[in-house]
C-alpha cells in the first residue's frame, strides 16, 4: 500500500455514514495494513516518515 493508498482508505473511512469510533478503529487498521506492507516490502518501518507527504497534501488543500 503506497501512502496514496492510505490517504484513500482514511478518505473512504471518514465519509462513511458511521460512529466516530468504528471510523477510528478503521483507519488504525488500514494504517496497521500499510505498515505490514511496508515490511513485506523490506522497508525499515522505522524510517517510515510521512511528514512530506502531509505537508504536501496540506499544501494543496492551502492552494485550493
Given at each position: 500500500?503506497t501512502y ?9 473511512y471518514i ?47 492551502e492552494a485550493?
Open positions: 500500500m496514496d493508498d492510505l490517504y484513500q482508505h482514511i478518505i473512504h465519509t462513511q455514514p458511521l460512529d466516530d469510533k468504528r471510523k477510528a478503529y478503521l483507519i488504525l487498521g488500514a494504517f496497521m495494513e500499510f505498515i505490514m506492507d511496508c515490511q513485506d516490502e523490506g522497508v525499515d518501518v522505522n524510517e517510515i516518515d510521512i511528514a512530506d507527504f502531509v505537508n504536501e497534501k496540506l499544501d494543496e488543500l485550493k
